[in-house]
């Protein structure tokens, strides 16, 4: 199988450029096997992985044109031959690595903890199977970044739309029973950019590894402050 | 506590005004179906009729007020310099206004006639 990787040293090279590998397909094998056996054939050649199970979320990169964790892409469902890039908009490191800092900046604008304004009680604050199934389909994210970096509002604004993943959290601590801070989280959603920059174009949900729909946890969040606003 | 400012205000008024329009628009194609007007006569009465001037008026002021959201949209999105935003804006706004305007002129005319 052949794959077109993406490649670019910022020490050795002036500009990316794109290189040809053919590594030899075994069964079962994903797209992080092949990575793997690429570097196999050239150490030079970096990316991000770690558990390898779709878990930690280390190895998003963009594959024939679509995000997606390289750990749980197998390559029989991918178009030979395949090109690797690294993900759209975002700053090259080197090869397939990104800068995600303004990612994790968008994330931590969200304030993603529990925010209590009662005294905690000395024991957990229970919920009803009801309340926890709100968290259903939000509370999953890995924060791989695939989705913020498939959105184009994001890549046109990266620095003040928030981006799905930051907002999925967002509708995850709003959809909480346990969250007193709902008020404030919508209030800082408010205005043109941070929420609204979303057109519902859900290139979102189809990068989610996870399955998870992004798209639809804005359109929640867009609900609640409708019915707070009348 | 403000929500009205232009995120949630702007983001309602689009999906408002777009499901006038396409309810409007539904009644305008049965119309030019069924009832097709055949002179400029007839044209003049179906306008004149209170109902349609004011669904027409509304019509056209939805449109212009989904244009303006949308418009604005695709500035904020791709247009970044505020200078170059804010001119492009204030041109198209006066171009929306000349719009109404002239809509009110011509279904006044029609009234009137």
């Not at chain 1, 030979?80 to 080197?94: A, H, L, S, T, Y």
Request: charged content about 20%; hydrophobic content about 45%; some cysteine.
């Amino acid at each position: 199988m052949k794959f077109s990787v993406y490649r670019y040293n910022p020490e050795t090279d002036s500009e990316p450029y794109m290189q040809m590998f053919e590594i030899e397909q075994r069964q079962g094998m994903m797209l992080r096997d092949a990575l793997l056996a690429i570097q196999e054939q050239d150490e030079s050649f970096t990316f991000r992985h770690s558990c390898g199970e779709g878990v930690c979320g280390s190895d998003g990169v963009n594959v024939n044109g679509s995000n997606k964790l390289a750990c749980i892409a197998p390559l029989t469902e991918l178009k030979d031959p395949v090109e690797v890039r690294p993900f759209p908009g975002r700053p090259v490191i080197r090869d397939l690595v990104v800068d995600m800092s303004q990612f994790y900046a968008q994330y931590n604008q969200v304030d993603p903890w529990l925010q209590r304004k009662e005294p905690l009680p000395e024991q957990e604050i229970l919920q009803t199977p009801e309340e926890r199934d709100q968290l259903d389909g939000l509370y999953e994210c890995i924060m791989c970044g695939c989705c913020s970096t498939a959105c184009p509002s994001f890549w046109w604004n990266p620095d003040k739309f928030l981006g799905p993943q930051a907002l999925l959290s967002a509708c995850r601590f709003l959809a909480d029973s346990r969250d007193q801070a709902g008020e404030e989280r919508l209030d800082k959603l408010e205005g043109p950019y941070k929420l609204f920059r979303c057109h519902t174009i859900m290139s979102c949900v189809e990068a989610c590894p996870k399955g998870l729909n992004p798209t639809k946890a804005i359109g929640h969040i867009k609900a609640i402050m409708l019915k707070e606003a009348i | 506590m403000s929500r009205r400012a232009s995120g949630l205000r702007a983001w309602f008024l689009q999906r408002a005004t777009a499901i006038y329009l396409i309810l409007f628009l539904l009644y305008l194609l049965q119309h030019l179906i069924f009832n097709p007007p055949d002179s400029f006569a007839a044209w003049q009465g179906w306008v004149a009729q209170p109902l349609v001037g004011l669904g027409l008026l509304l019509c056209f002021a939805s449109l212009l007020l989904h244009a303006w959201v949308g418009f604005r949209d695709v500035l904020i999105d791709y247009v970044h310099p505020t200078a170059i935003r804010v001119s492009i804006l204030t041109l198209f706004g006066f171009a929306l206004i000349g719009c109404a305007l002239w809509v009110m002129q011509t279904i006044f005319l029609a009234t009137v006639a």
